[in-house]
Antibody, heavy 117, light 107 residues
Framework: QVQLQESGPGLVKPSQTLSLTCTVSSGSIGSGSYYWSWIRQPAGKGLEWIGR???????NYNPSLKSRVTISVDTSKNQFSLKLTSVTAADTAVYYCARCSGPIDNWGQGTLVTVSS | DIQMTQSPSSLSASVADRVTITCQASQDISSYLNWYQQKPGKAPKLLIYDASNLEIGVPSRFSGSRSGTDFTFTISYLQPEDIATYYCQQYHSLPLTFGGGTKVEIK
């Protein structure tokens, strides 16, 4: 069973860039026909899909965040990453990385990112 | 974006009760609809995919069905460990979108 683990700073200042990495273990990020996604959840609220990337490098983003988001993949490290620029308090959330085969069948444990000065 | 309207937002039921949650899509999504369970402090877990298919290892008391753009998720007999928030999610079109969630509590 593939495992996903998010890592990155838990605190980011307003207007700065949020950067997270998801490390995939017990399986190759390049095997199978999967998209690798980022999803976030503000405290006490619902789930918001941020975007996804295929191992070819092809990516898709939520239009609501598209101007600020970049997702990249490093198959040699079995990792994919999220960058969200110009953050505000509204970007405070638990961020999940996940594997999608259509359904989202594998999730990381999530990491809380707080935007505050 | 496809809007997923999920109801109720919360419910309280007794152990062994039958629990039903509905999700309505704003347009046709065929059967590209999944259901997830999220327990407090944990990541969501896939329970049902493609409207009615049970994920491997998920108890058979969980089920899903589709009627047009209306989807139903059922717990046939509620167990204490089923206390969680449940979400529907469509993957017919990008962006992927989720319902607002249903918090299930024990009466």
């Amino acid at each position: 069973q593939v495992q996903l683990q998010e890592s990155g700073p838990g605190l980011v200042k307003p207007s700065q860039t949020l950067s997270l990495t998801c490390t995939v273990s017990s399986g190759s990020i390049g095997s199978g026909s999967y998209y690798w996604s980022w999803i976030r959840q503000p405290a006490g609220k619902g789930l918001e899909w941020i975007g996804r990337i295929y191992t070819s490098g092809s990516s898709n983003y939520n239009p609501s965040l598209k101007s600020r988001v970049t997702i990249s993949v490093d198959t040699s490290k079995n990792q994919f990453s999220l960058k969200l620029t110009s953050v505000t308090a509204a970007d405070t959330a638990v961020y999940y990385c996940a594997r999608c085969s259509g359904p989202i069948d594998n999730w990381g444990q999530g990491t809380l990112v707080t935007v505050s000065s | 974006d496809i809007q997923m309207t999920q109801s109720p937002s919360s419910l309280s039921a007794s152990v062994a009760d039958r629990v039903t949650i509905t999700c309505q899509a704003s347009q046709d999504i065929s059967s590209y609809l999944n259901w997830y369970q999220q327990k407090p402090g944990k990541a969501p877990k896939l329970l049902i995919y493609d409207a009615s298919n049970l994920e491997i290892g998920v108890p058979s008391r969980f089920s899903g069905s589709r009627s047009g753009t209306d989807f139903t998720f059922t717990i046939s007999y509620l167990q204490p460990e089923d206390i969680a928030t449940y979400y529907c999610q469509q993957y017919h079109s990008l962006p992927l979108t989720f319902g607002g969630g249903t918090k299930v509590e024990i009466k």
